[in-house]
């Protein structure tokens, strides 16, 4: 949760947003992993679009993350929050590659 909000208030500062061609996208994607037509799974998709929204939000934080932070580390110690997020990061980092 903490993670979320982090992401969120990072996607909020950098006025992230989440275009229709992003949406679609999804549409494809699930559509894809499902062995169906986008039309198929657009009903169903568009029932939760506010959830499937925030996660593409997020996702676009976490890439800007990837291609813009810089990550210091003071005396050794990393605070825990950017930890979260360093590990959240790694974790998609190895997602993508599988």
Known sequence: ???NLVLETIAKEMDLK???EDFEKQIEKAA???GM???AVR???EGARPRIEFGILLDKAVDYLK???TINIVD???NEVAEDIINEVAEEII????
């Open 1 to 3: 949760v903490r993670e």
């Open 37 to 39: 037509e986008a039309e």
């Open 76 to 78: 050794g110690v990393i």
């Open 95 to 98: 997602k993508e590659e599988e």
């Open 67 to 69: 291609e813009n932070a």
């Open 32 to 34: 894809a992993e499902f």
């Open 43 to 45: 009903p169903g998709l």
């Open 18 to 20: 989440v275009t229709e």
